[in-house]
């Protein structure tokens, strides 16, 4: 799979705002939603747009796949 490093980040990301921001919201979490560019978004929008770039990767998952 070529060009997975820009999802494979975001991935990471994610996966720091989820572990986080679970019990209690540190710096590490708000350095974690500033990296995403969401610290400034209000919950909504920040929310709509992890979702678009879950879709982005998922997309880009199917094109790597689908060349086999």
Same mark, same amino acid.
């Given at each position: 799979?070529?060009?997975?490093?820009?999802?494979?980040?975001? @991935?990471?990301?994610?996966?720091?705002? &989820?572990?986080? !921001?679970? $019990? *209690?919201?540190?710096? #590490?979490?708000?350095?974690? =939603?500033?990296? @995403?560019?969401?610290?400034?978004?209000? &919950?909504?929008? !920040?929310? $709509? *747009?992890?979702?678009? #770039?879950?879709?982005?990767? =998922?997309?880009? @998952?199917?094109?790597?796949?689908?060349?086999?």
């Amino acid at each position: 799979m070529t060009g997975g490093d820009t999802h494979v980040q975001f @991935l990471r990301d994610l996966q720091r705002i &989820r572990s986080k !921001g679970v $019990h *209690r919201k540190t710096g #590490e979490y708000e350095q974690a =939603l500033e990296k @995403l560019g969401i610290a400034a978004m209000h &919950r909504v929008d !920040g929310s $709509h *747009r992890l979702f678009e #770039e879950a879709v982005n990767f =998922l997309r880009w @998952l199917e094109d790597q796949l689908s060349l086999k």
